[in-house]
């Protein structure tokens, strides 16, 4: 039996997992006021102070930290790698603290991972940070050589789900073709390849299917001319994209389950909205399918939204004909992290070297 503590920290909380080979033990989500985040000058001076609520935490629930054969961290912004399981060396660690594509609280699961390890001499492993980068070279041309597409988004729920499907029809991620959409607070649709992902509507980058948060795929030439409108500020049209498009500007909420009730009582706006995100989904799903000449086994809708039924099988209504859909609705990425893990202790695969 392999027991693993899995840290995965958020900018307000740090959501804390015990698992017992795939099964979760206890989980539990230590919040942490602004207050006491803002005693912190920088997100890696938090280290400390989250280190102690977890030590405080299992002490409370009388876990000998001992008893763990390994721990894992949620992986940071990274310098882009391929998918896997990471050791969490010296060299990880020195780019998580420098932040070498930004400084984000997920930067800290590697660093404490390793911290805890070492004190208890067990290893530490990251599992598919958000900036793996499998993508196939023709895939990045954006049509603008200043600027390249590139792949930031949920490689490690997609990649999850996706072993998950493999698995369940009795064969190995690296031996299925699988277009793969995750559907939360940004959306992303990732073609998965033989065990790579080979391209993705990248959520963090304002590419695709607009999402609860986020503007994503924006006509070009009416966005610059908004940009040098005058009237809004960088940080101004920054927040318009990112955390204040999507659901967000049309609807005042990021909540999918508010759509739902809006449409159930007979708002025609929410109703126009949640079908031309529906419809978006659905052409980013197509065009993945082109990228696979339409060999597609299977379709794969995860996320949180992927909980409404309303949404899925409209997207299914689209577009069950390039392919089967499945869903797996939610994230599990505390599951996901200690899977990475075990596959690595098993033997299934070999950690790799960042």
Known sequence: MIKSLIINPGSTSTKVGIFE?????????????????????????????????ILDFLKN???????????????GLLRPIPGGTYECTDALLEDLRKGVQGQHASNLG??????????????????DPVVVDEMDEVARIS????????????????KAVARRYAK?????????????????????TGVHNNGKMVDVFAALNGDGAFSPERANGLPAKALVDLCFSGKFTYDEMKKKIVGGGGLNAYLGTNDMREVNQMCAD?????????????????????????????????????????YGEVITNAIKD?????????VYPGEDELLALAQGAIRVMNGEETAKTY
């Open 318 to 326: 689209r577009v069950e004909w390039i392919a089967p859909v499945t």
């Open 110 to 127: 590697g660093i404490l991972a390793r911290e805890i390890g070492d004190e208890i001499g067990v290893p530490s492993y990251i599992v």
């Open 266 to 306: 007979g708002d025609k706006k929410a109703n126009l909205i949640r079908d031309a995100f529906i419809y978006q989904i659905c052409k980013n799903i197509g065009a993945s399918a082109t990228v696979l000449k339409g060999k597609v086994d299977q379709i794969i809708l995860t996320g949180g939204i992927a």
């Open 21 to 53: 080979d795939e099964t979760l033990i206890k989980e539990e989500t230590l919040r942490h006021s602004t207050e006491e985040i803002n005693q912190y000058a920088t997100i890696i001076d938090q280290k400390d102070f989250r280190k102690n609520i």
């Open 61 to 75: 629930e009388n876990i000998d930290i001992k008893s763990f054969n390994v721990i894992v961290g949620r992986g």
């Open 143 to 158: 049509g603008i050589p200043d600027i390249e597409r590139v792949s930031i988004d949920h490689p490690l729920n997609q």
């Open 168 to 188: 369940e029809i009795g064969k190995k991620y690296e031996d299925i073709s699988v277009i793969v959409v995750h559907m939360g607070g940004g959306t992303s």
